[in-house]
Nanobody, 121 residues
């Protein structure tokens, strides 16, 4: 009944930009912290950026100055603007969120299915 759906991934040249979206749908009352993670082949999944309900943000050192996370509470959506992309950014990007359902049941660390980002040189 609750879904996180990522979109916006694709193939881009190094130096280009992509904007990822993660839309939460279903019987959601509110959303707490949200974050973007990524996992490259042979690598551990890592936190890219997170945003809390009070607007505080955190970024991995590798993306600071290039990526920006934001959220639109009215649309239950979190975005990741990715600029100056590098081949090293190639990975599957996953959305994660803490959700409060309309029945007030809490879903912690709820994951989307991921979207592929490929950066070519």
């Amino acid at each position: 009944q609750v879904q996180l759906v990522e979109s916006g991934g694709g193939l881009v040249q190094a130096g280009g930009s992509l904007r990822l979206s993660c839309a939460a749908s279903g019987s959601i009352f509110s959303i707490g912290a949200m974050g973007w993670y990524r996992q490259a082949p042979g690598k551990q999944r890592e936190l890219v950026a997170s945003i809390f309900s009070d607007g505080r943000t955190n970024y991995a050192d590798s993306v600071k100055g290039r990526f920006t996370i934001s959220r639109d509470s009215a649309k239950n959506t979190v975005y990741l603007q990715m600029n100056s992309l590098k081949p090293e950014d190639t990975a599957v990007y996953y959305c994660n969120a803490d959700l409060l359902r309309t029945d007030f049941r809490i879903l912690r660390n709820y994951w989307g299915q991921g979207t592929q980002v490929t950066v070519s040189s």
